[in-house]
C-alpha cells in the first residue's frame, strides 16, 4: 500500500524522498524520480512533510521515538503524519515529542486496503490539529476520496478501530453467506448478484467474495495485521469498559485462521477456518443439499 500511495504523491510533481527496509519495494518509484535516503532520519532531513506506513506499533514506536528516531530530526513546522493503525496511546505519545521541538503530528490511517491504495480512493481518518490537516489537505486528496477530520491527536486511531471492528463482523457475515448459500446447493455467483442489489451490499460482497470464489486468498490486508487491530480494540474496550462480544469471536477466529498458517493471506481468508469448523470446501458452482 505504501508504495501506491507514495506513488500518487510522485505523480502529482511532489517531490519525494522515500526509505524501506527492504529497497527493492520502492525501485520502481526510485526509477520514476524519487531520491532514496538512507534511513527515516534522512527522509526528514530532506522533508518537510513525512508520511509514515509501516506495519506494527513497535515499528512505529521505533521509527519515531527509537535512539535514531524521526523525533530527533523534527524542525519547527514540519509535519509528521503516520498512516498506519496503531494504539490511540501511542499517536498522543508521539505528537507530545514532536510538539516538543515545534513541529506537529497527525495520525490519520486509511481503509480500503490494497485496491483503495492504487486508485487513490481511499478513506483516511485523521487525528490531530485542524488547521495542520487543512493545510496538508491537498497531499492527502491525492490519496484519498474520503477525507475526514476526527478530532485530536489520537481520534483517527479510534475511528479506525472502529472501521475494523465493523469489518470484523461483515466478513464473518460475508462468509458464512456463501457457506450457506454453497450447502443449499445454489449458484453462488447467481445469489451474490441479488443480494449485492439489497440491504447486504457492502464493499466486501462486491471485492471479497469473488476472490473467495476464486480461492485466491492473497492479501489485500495481512490477516497478521487484522489481528493485532483487533487486538487493540479489544484492549481499548476493556479499558473503557466495554463488552464487545461480536469482536472477541472474530478475533478467536482469526487466530484460528492465523494458526493454520495463513497470518500473511488477505481478511478474507476466514472462510478458510469457517470451512475447517463445517469440514465444507466452498467452489463457485452449486453442489446437491
Same mark, same amino acid.
Given at each position: 500500500?505504501?508504495?501506491? *500511495?507514495?506513488?500518487? =504523491?510522485?505523480?502529482?510533481?511532489?517531490?519525494?524522498?522515500?526509505?524501506?527496509?527492504?529497497?527493492?519495494?520502492?525501485?520502481?518509484?526510485?526509477? &520514476?524520480?524519487?531520491?532514496?535516503?538512507?534511513?527515516?532520519?534522512?527522509?526528514?532531513?530532506?522533508?518537510?512533510?513525512?508520511?509514515?506506513?509501516?506495519?506494527?506499533?513497535? !515499528?512505529? @514506536?521505533?521509527?519515531?521515538? /527509537?535512539?535514531?528516531? =524521526?523525533?530527533?530530526?523534527?524542525?519547527?513546522?514540519?509535519?509528521?503524519?503516520?498512516?498506519?493503525?496503531?494504539?490511540?496511546?501511542?499517536? /498522543?505519545?508521539?505528537?507530545?515529542?514532536?510538539?516538543?521541538?515545534?513541529?506537529?503530528?497527525?495520525?490519520?490511517?486509511? @481503509?480500503?486496503?490494497?485496491?483503495?491504495?492504487?486508485?487513490?480512493?481511499? @478513506?483516511?481518518?485523521?487525528?490531530?490539529?485542524?488547521?495542520?490537516?487543512?493545510?496538508?489537505?491537498? =497531499?492527502?486528496?491525492?490519496?484519498?476520496?474520503?477525507?475526514?477530520?476526527? /478530532?485530536?491527536?489520537?481520534?483517527?486511531?479510534?475511528?479506525?478501530?472502529?472501521?475494523?471492528?465493523?469489518?470484523?463482523?461483515?466478513?464473518?457475515?460475508?462468509?458464512?453467506?456463501?457457506?450457506?448459500?454453497? &450447502?443449499?446447493?445454489?449458484? %453462488?455467483?447467481?445469489? %451474490?448478484? @441479488?443480494?449485492?442489489?439489497?440491504?447486504?451490499?457492502?464493499? +466486501?460482497?462486491?471485492?471479497?467474495?469473488?476472490?473467495?470464489? +476464486?480461492?485466491?486468498?492473497?492479501?489485500?490486508?495481512?490477516v497478521e495485521h487484522f489481528v493485532k !487491530?483487533?487486538? *487493540?480494540?479489544?484492549?481499548?474496550? &476493556?479499558?473503557?469498559?466495554?463488552?464487545?462480544?461480536?469482536?472477541?469471536?472474530?478475533?478467536?477466529?482469526?487466530?484460528?485462521?492465523?494458526?493454520?498458517?495463513?497470518?500473511?493471506?488477505?481478511?478474507? +481468508?476466514?472462510?478458510?477456518?469457517?470451512?475447517?469448523?463445517?469440514?465444507?470446501?466452498?467452489?463457485?458452482?452449486?453442489?446437491?443439499?
Amino acid at each position: 500500500m505504501g508504495a501506491a *500511495m507514495a506513488g500518487h =504523491l510522485l505523480a502529482q510533481g511532489h517531490a519525494l524522498t522515500v526509505f524501506s527496509r527492504t529497497r527493492s519495494k520502492a525501485e520502481d518509484l526510485l526509477l &520514476r524520480g524519487a531520491r532514496w535516503a538512507e534511513s527515516p532520519a534522512r527522509v526528514a532531513d530532506a522533508s518537510d512533510v513525512v508520511f509514515t506506513m509501516v506495519g506494527f506499533p513497535r !515499528d512505529v @514506536s521505533d521509527v519515531y521515538l /527509537g535512539d535514531a528516531g =524521526l523525533v530527533h530530526q523534527a524542525r519547527a513546522g514540519m509535519v509528521f503524519v503516520d498512516m498506519t493503525t496503531a494504539p490511540p496511546s501511542l499517536a /498522543g505519545t508521539i505528537g507530545e515529542a514532536v510538539k516538543l521541538r515545534g513541529a506537529w503530528f497527525l495520525d490519520a490511517p486509511v @481503509s480500503g486496503g490494497d485496491v483503495g491504495a492504487r486508485n487513490a480512493s481511499l @478513506s483516511i481518518m485523521v487525528g490531530g490539529e485542524a488547521h495542520i490537516v487543512a493545510t496538508i489537505r491537498p =497531499l492527502f486528496e491525492s490519496l484519498g476520496q474520503t477525507i475526514v477530520h476526527q /478530532g485530536a491527536t489520537g481520534a483517527g486511531q479510534h475511528a479506525k478501530l472502529c472501521n475494523q471492528i465493523t469489518i470484523g463482523g461483515t466478513m464473518i457475515g460475508v462468509c458464512e453467506s456463501l457457506l450457506y448459500g454453497y &450447502r443449499a446447493g445454489l449458484d %453462488l455467483e447467481t445469489m %451474490l448478484q @441479488s443480494i449485492r442489489g439489497g440491504a447486504a451490499a457492502c464493499w +466486501a460482497l462486491d471485492n471479497l467474495a469473488p476472490r473467495i470464489l +476464486a480461492r485466491n486468498f492473497d492479501p489485500g490486508f495481512f490477516v497478521e495485521h487484522f489481528v493485532k !487491530d483487533m487486538g *487493540m480494540a479489544l484492549e481499548e474496550s &476493556r479499558r473503557m469498559r466495554l463488552v464487545l462480544p461480536g469482536l472477541s469471536l472474530v478475533h478467536q477466529l482469526y487466530l484460528a485462521v492465523q494458526a493454520h498458517g495463513h497470518g500473511r493471506s488477505g481478511t478474507h +481468508a476466514l472462510m478458510i477456518a469457517l470451512e475447517e469448523l463445517s469440514n465444507v470446501h466452498v467452489s463457485a458452482k452449486p453442489v446437491e443439499p
